[in-house]
C-alpha cells in the first residue's frame, strides 16, 4: 500500500476504525506484535519525528497526506515500537532537567524520577566551589544538569562504557558552557583519596532475576542489571566513596523501590552519618543521601 489516502488524521485516530483501509492495512503490518497498540502520544511523537514537524503542527494540519517516504520511514518505526523498542531510542532523544539529551542504545534512558537526585544534591551542596563525581554517567544527565545549576563546580563524570561517556561528551558540549570531566572508570577505581564533596550515582539496582527486566531489553543490561538482589554495585559505591569523600563530605544513590531499607543499613555498615531516604514524586522509595563524618 501507498500513502495516497494516508493522512496525518489517520494515523493519530491510532488505528480505531476497523472499516479504514489505511486501518486494516496497518494493523496487518503488525500481527504478532510483542505489545499492544501504541498509545496516541506516542504516535503523535513518532509520526512528528518522521515528519520533522512538532506536535501542534499535526494537530493543524490533519489533512496533511504523507508521501510514500513518510510513510514508509512511519511505518519502519511504528513496527520497532511495536516490538518494544522504546520510543527514546527512535527518535534519540529525552528531556531531563528540562534540556534534551540525546540517547542511544549504549546509555540508559534518563528517567524523571532520577532528577530527585539533582534536588537533593543543590540542597546538600554548600556555598564553596563543590568537586563532585557522578559515577556511572551514562548520557550524562546528572553530570550536565549540576553543571548548568552549580557552574562553578568542579564535575567529573565516569563510566566504564567508551560509547556511553562518548555520548555524554556530545550533550555536555551542546547543553553547557561548563564542561564535565568525563573519565572511563569502573566507579571510584581512578578517584583520588579525599578529595570530594559529593558522590552522586543513579548505578545498577535491577536484580537479574527481576520480571520487569523483560521490559528493558533493548537498554544496557550493564547499567541496569546488579548481583545480590541488586545490591553488589550500592555496596560496593557507598563503601569506596568514605575514602574519596573529604570529612563531612556527601553522597546520593538511586536504588530501587523495595531497597531502601537495605540501603540504608549499608550506609550504617560502613560508618556513615546523617542518612536521609527519599521518596519521589510517586511516592515510591527512590533515593538515599548520607555524609562522611566530620573527623
Known amino acids: 500500500m501507498t500513502a495516497d489516502s494516508v493522512s496525518v488524521k489517520d494515523v493519530l485516530s491510532n488505528l480505531s476504525t476497523n472499516t479504514d483501509t489505511f486501518t ?67 527518535v534519540g532523544h529525552q528531556e531531563f532537567w528540562s534540556l534534551d539529551f540525546q540517547v542511544n542504545e549504549s546509555t540508559l534512558i534518563p528517567r524523571p524520577e532520577t532528577e530527585l537526585l539533582v534536588d537533593i544534591a543543590l540542597q546538600l551542596l554548600g556555598d564553596c566551589k563543590p568537586i563532585i563525581i557522578d559515577l556511572g554517567t551514562g548520557a550524562g544527565p546528572i553530570a550536565v544538569a549540576l553543571s548548568k545549576e552549580r557552574p562553578e563546580a568542579t564535575i567529573i563524570a565516569t563510566d566504564f562504557s567508551f560509547k556511553a561517556l562518548r555520548c555524554a561528551k556530545t550533550n555536555a558540549a551542546r547543553l553547557t558552557e561548563q564542561q564535565p570531566e568525563f573519565v572511563q572508570s569502573n566507579w571510584l577505581s581512578c578517584i583520588a583519596a579525599n578529595c570530594a564533596d559529593l558522590v552522586i550515582s543513579n ?91 566530620v573527623q
Not at 512528528?48 to 513518510?70: K, M, P, Q, V
Not at 547499567?223 to 573529604?246: F, H, N, R, T, W
Open 24 to 90: 486494516e492495512t496497518f494493523t496487518a503490518t503488525f500481527t504478532d506484535k510483542k505489545i499492544a497498540n501504541p498509545s496516541r502520544l506516542d504516535c503523535q511523537l513518532l509520526l512528528g519525528f518522521c515528519l520533522n514537524r512538532g506536535r501542534a503542527w499535526l494537530i493543524a494540519h490533519d489533512d496533511y497526506i504523507l508521501s510514500d517516504t513518510e510513510y514508509a520511514t512511519f511505518t519502519g518505526h511504528m513496527s520497532a515500537l511495536r516490538d518494544g523498542k522504546p520510543l527514546q531510542y527512535i
Open 203 to 293: 548505578p545498577p539496582y535491577i536484580d537479574p532475576s527481576d520480571p520487569h527486566l523483560q521490559q528493558l531489553g533493548y537498554e544496557p543490561t550493564t547499567a541496569l542489571v546488579a548481583d545480590c538482589a541488586g545490591l553488589a554495585d550500592l555496596q560496593e559505591i557507598i563503601q569506596s566513596s568514605y575514602k574519596v569523600l573529604k570529612p563531612n563530605g556527601a553522597i546520593i544513590v538511586e536504588h530501587g523501590y523495595d531497597q531502601q531499607d537495605a540501603v540504608v543499613e549499608l550506609f550504617k555498615r560502613f560508618q556513615f552519618e546523617d542518612i536521609r531516604a527519599f521518596s519521589d514524586l510517586s511516592h515510591q522509595p527512590r533515593a538515599v543521601s548520607a555524609r562522611k563524618s
